[in-house]
């Protein structure tokens, strides 16, 4: 607000600078003399118009910037550490407090919470005077990578690799092209996992085996593979027969589940058993 009223009042005066200038009455000249001696000299003539002095300098940009800097630095605690971690995932460098506050204008140094908050962030590490910026896997190329996806059989969410490095995404499509890795997708988190593709387990089937697998006759409908749990006496988790059957029948006679009635507790029927005089009633003659 201080500052809002500081650049309020400076406008203001290089207003009424600029309108006292305007209003400045012109010199007149004087004759000129016969004679030589007295004569004054000709100033020579002006090869541009006289600029005020409000318009020779621009403080627009320093408003501007002042503005801007006043806006980040009254910003929630959150909004500021997400400019921290932006700053330092994109430089890849251990910066100080200062530094920090000259690229991206937060006051890391004086702001207590702000400080707090990046120390204990774990994509930040602090070795007492840098900040710098802290991904889950240290990797460096695509040779690390590799050793790492091959030491997690499970696989690796793509999402805790992307910001180990710059150009990891194209490594890990290059690796997937070249048959190192498999990008799989994750049904249930719809997230993209990197799986090795260890070349140990690399083997070779006989024709005679591929063609008896293929030739095994199975179910295309439905139905038949629920009929066929049915005799192997496994329960079918679904039961397509009974939803083709009401797939052309109106919502409105549609069976709904009836629900169990409730039952009244003997505790409900006997309340206040134990005070009889409340329930005699006198009755009007």
């Known amino acids: 607000m201080a500052l809002a009223q500081k650049l ?7 207003e009424k600078l600029q309108a006292s200038l305007a209003t400045l009455p ?6 000129a003399s016969t004679s ?6 000709v100033p020579p003539p002006r090869s541009q118009p006289l600029v005020p002095l409000a318009q020779r300098f621009s403080f627009t940009n320093d408003t501007e910037k002042l503005q801007q800097i006043a806006t980040i630095q009254k910003s929630p605690v959150g909004a500021q550490i997400k400019r921290v971690l932006d700053l330092l995932l994109e430089t890849r460098q251990s910066l100080l407090p200062e530094e920090i506050n000259d690229l991206c204008f937060v006051d890391v140094k004086h702001n207590k919470d702000v400080f707090e908050s990046l120390k204990s962030n774990v994509k930040v590490s602090f070795d007492g005077q840098r900040f710098a910026y802290k991904s889950k896997h240290d990797l460096k190329n ?11 059989p499970e696989g690796v969410p793509m999402g805790d690799l992307k910001d180990s490095y710059p150009g990891i995404q194209a490594d890990v499509q290059d690796l997937k092209a070249t048959g190192k890795v498999w990008v799989l997708m994750n049904s249930d988190s719809q997230e993209e996992i990197v799986y090795p593709n260890d070349p140990k387990i690399v083997i070779t089937v006989d024709e005679d085996l591929k063609q008896l697998i293929r030739g095994i006759d199975t179910p295309r409908e439905f139905m038949d593979v629920e ?22 029948v109106p919502r409105s006679q549609i069976p709904k589940p009836q629900k169990k009635k409730r039952r009244e507790s003997k505790r409900t029927k006997y309340t206040n058993a134990h005070l009889p005089e409340l329930l005699q009633f006198s009755v009007p003659s």
């Open 142 to 152: 695509k040779d690390e990578l590799l050793v790492l996806v091959r030491k997690l």
């Open 227 to 248: 009929r066929e749990l049915q005799k192997a006496g496994m329960k079918p988790a679904t039961n397509s027969a009974r939803r083709e059957a009401m797939a052309g």
């Open 8 to 14: 309020a009042q400076f406008t203001k005066q290089q």
């Open 26 to 31: 012109t010199r007149p000249t004087k004759p």
């Open 36 to 41: 030589a001696s007295r004569k004054a000299p």
